[in-house]
């Protein structure tokens, strides 16, 4: 399995990805714009767990992980938008 902690921003996410597997830890900045991130994402064995911090919309990310076919949860840093999660 996959664990993947996700900081949303507008134009990139920075991402840190744990193997459980093999302890392996992945750090990566993936770009929003173009397809660098949708197949970062694609090319994941499953299962995988996305922890998301964001401050503004995220919904567009969750619906791209439950396409894919993964979990996704994430948290905005705005208290008054609270929590949100992909339906896998």
């Known amino acids: 399995m996959r664990i993947i ?7 990139q996410q920075s991402v840190a990805m744990l193997d459980t597997e093999t302890g392996e830890v992945v750090n990566r900045t993936l770009m929003h714009e173009g397809s660098e991130m949708r197949e970062f994402y694609s090319q994941l064995p499953r299962p995988v767990l996305v922890g998301i911090e964001a401050i503004g919309p995220m919904q567009w990310f969750l619906d791209l992980l439950q396409e894919l076919g993964m979990s996704g949860w994430g948290r905005d840093q705005d ?3 609270g929590t949100a999660q992909a339906k896998t």
């Open 79 to 81: 208290p008054g938008r």
């Open 5 to 11: 902690g996700c900081d949303l921003h507008a134009r």
